[in-house]
């Protein structure tokens, strides 16, 4: 799902800590194009240009105390953080409000299709589906968004996301289900049917 | 009790064995947590699907410098400052006649100071100096005085050079031909380019806009 920064790039990591420039422009373009996707599906294309810049900029200037193995999640974790407080401060999309955060996420209600439809298991290639679920990403708490697109879109693990988001696995666990929870359930209130099983 | 809030755990491979298995074990009997796995699944795949966005433009910052860049902008700041100095150095020499060349003239024979007494007319300096502005254009106050004896002598002198010089009568032909004479074998320079105010203008602010270049884009990374 993801391409892995293969032992070429530890090269260039080496490298860039001890500060080449060129090796982390090199490891920089690597990512350049996940990083804009992923803050564009947190902020919107707008601000996401400045943002990646921003951070890839920062990055650069605390390369020196780089101490991790992980080159690009270091990187997400530092657009992410921007991207989340771009938008507390931005504060002029009210997000949909979900049922109040529950101890138990068995609680989290399932909307039931409505009406006959195509399946969601084969929505994959389906442009306007695929339009409902940008809407709905846009549309979930940012949190959710951030667990949902740093799971499903960059691939990494559980562990790795919560390093980025600075929180707990349990909390990582929480916001993917209740992020895909809500995804899932937007769709079926737009007429999608959920698979049959 | 169906373990919904695993489902996603489950899809993802992040639960621990015992629990992965416990899942499994209920998914094998429950058809309605099968549904709700596979529409979680459906619903991870979209999100997976969706089209990339692409940036208008790089977002990699220039770190790295090339090494010339520096010095480059060091000496065009230097260029330009001393292109400067020239430009006024030779808008200075430009507003002077031709000194040396009244004065290599009048220097060498006695005999031929009538002609830089007659060429003073056409507007040579006086061998004893820097009369020149007199008589780069006819000035008022000399030229009255030594317009005199040139109604006489025919030739308008310098006031050092009137002094018992009388034998510059009937001589403007001849004075035009010693001038003349001793114009001519001053070989052109090749080099009095280098003398165009102009030039050194014109170099002082293209040195001044690469250093301007140069700079900002030192600032940049």
């Given at each position: 799902?993801?391409?892995?920064?293969?032992?070429?790039?530890?090269?260039?990591?080496?490298?860039?800590?001890?500060?080449?420039?060129?090796?982390?422009?090199?490891?920089?373009?690597?990512?350049?194009?996940?990083?804009?996707?992923?803050?564009?599906?947190?902020?919107?294309?707008?601000?996401?240009?400045?943002?990646?810049?921003?951070a890839l900029l920062s990055a650069w200037k605390s390369m020196?105390?780089?101490?991790?193995?992980?080159?690009?999640?270091?990187?997400?974790?530092?657009?992410?953080?921007?991207?989340?407080?771009?938008?507390?401060?931005?504060?002029?999309?009210?997000?949909?409000?979900?049922?109040?955060?529950?101890?138990?996420?068995?609680?989290?209600?399932?909307?039931?299709?409505?009406?006959?439809?195509?399946?969601?298991?084969?929505?994959?290639?389906?442009?306007?589906?695929?339009?409902?679920?940008?809407?709905?990403?846009?549309?979930?708490?940012?949190?959710?968004?951030?667990?949902?697109?740093?799971?499903?879109?960059?691939?990494?693990?559980?562990?790795?996301?919560?390093?980025?988001?600075?929180?707990?696995?349990?909390?990582?666990?929480?916001?993917?289900?209740?992020?895909?929870?809500?995804?899932?359930?937007?769709?079926?209130?737009?007429?999608?049917?959920?698979?049959?099983? | 009790?169906?373990?919904?809030?695993?489902?996603?755990?489950?899809?993802?491979?992040?639960?621990?064995?015992?629990?992965?298995?416990?899942?499994?074990?209920?998914?094998?009997?429950?058809?309605?947590?099968?549904?709700?796995?596979?529409?979680?699944?459906?619903?991870?795949?979209?999100?997976?699907?969706?089209?990339?966005?692409?940036?208008?433009?790089?977002?990699?910052?220039?770190?790295?410098?090339?090494?010339?860049?520096?010095?480059?902008?060091?000496?065009?700041?230097?260029?330009?400052?001393?292109?400067?100095?020239?430009?006024?150095?030779?808008?200075?020499?430009?507003?002077?006649?031709?000194?040396?060349?009244?004065?290599?003239?009048?220097?060498?024979?006695?005999?031929?100071?009538?002609?830089?007494?007659?060429?003073?007319?056409?507007?040579?300096?006086?061998?004893?100096?820097?009369?020149?502005?007199?008589?780069?254009?006819?000035?008022?106050?000399?030229?009255?005085?030594?317009?005199?004896?040139?109604?006489?002598?025919?030739?308008?002198?310098?006031?050092?050079?009137?002094?018992?010089?009388?034998?510059?009568?009937?001589?403007?032909?001849?004075?035009?031909?010693?001038?003349?004479?001793?114009?001519?074998?001053?070989p052109a320079n090749p080099f009095a380019f280098l003398l165009?105010?102009?030039?050194?203008?014109?170099?002082?602010?293209?040195?001044?806009?690469?250093?301007?270049?140069?700079?900002?884009?030192?600032?940049?990374?």
């Open positions: 799902m993801r391409p892995e920064l293969g032992g070429a790039s530890d090269v260039l990591l080496d490298r860039a800590r001890r500060g080449d420039a060129r090796a982390f422009e090199q490891l920089a373009l690597e990512i350049e194009r996940p990083l804009y996707r992923h803050a564009a599906r947190m902020l919107g294309h707008d601000d996401a240009e400045d943002c990646v810049q921003d020196a105390s780089f101490e991790g193995t992980s080159f690009r999640a270091w990187v997400f974790r530092i657009v992410t953080n921007r991207a989340l407080d771009r938008l507390r401060s931005r504060k002029r999309r009210p997000e949909l409000p979900l049922e109040p955060p529950s101890e138990n996420d068995d609680s989290v209600s399932w909307a039931e299709p409505i009406a006959t439809g195509p399946e969601l298991a084969d929505l994959a290639a389906d442009r306007e589906a695929l339009l409902v679920v940008e809407d709905a990403l846009a549309m979930i708490p940012a949190d959710q968004r951030a667990a949902l697109l740093l799971r499903d879109v960059e691939g990494f693990a559980y562990e790795e996301i919560a390093t980025i988001t600075s929180t707990e696995i349990g909390t990582v666990k929480s916001r993917i289900h209740r992020g895909r929870l809500a995804v899932r359930n937007i769709l079926i209130s737009r007429g999608w049917k959920g698979s049959a099983g | 009790m169906h373990p919904f809030g695993d489902l996603s755990a489950y899809l993802d491979g992040a639960l621990s064995s015992e629990a992965r298995a416990s899942v499994q074990a209920h998914l094998d009997t429950c058809a309605l947590c099968r549904t709700r796995l596979a529409e979680l699944r459906g619903t991870a795949r979209l999100i997976a699907a969706l089209p990339m966005p692409v940036p208008s433009r790089s977002l990699v910052p220039r770190v790295s410098v090339p090494v010339w860049l520096a010095p480059l902008r060091t000496f065009s700041t230097f260029a330009s400052g001393a292109a400067i100095f020239l430009f006024l150095a030779s808008a200075v020499i430009a507003t002077f006649p031709r000194a040396q060349s009244a004065a290599t003239a009048g220097a060498p024979a006695p005999n031929a100071v009538s002609a830089p007494q007659a060429s003073s007319a056409g507007g040579s300096a006086a061998p004893s100096g820097f009369q020149g502005f007199q008589v780069s254009s006819p000035s008022p106050a000399p030229a009255p005085a030594v317009a005199d004896k040139a109604a006489s002598s025919a030739t308008p002198a310098a006031s050092a050079n009137e002094i018992g010089r009388q034998d510059s009568v009937g001589v403007p032909s001849n004075a035009a031909a010693a001038t003349r004479e001793n114009s001519t074998p001053e165009s105010p102009w030039l050194w203008l014109v170099l002082a602010i293209g040195f001044a806009a690469l250093s301007f270049a140069v700079g900002r884009r030192l600032r940049s990374t």
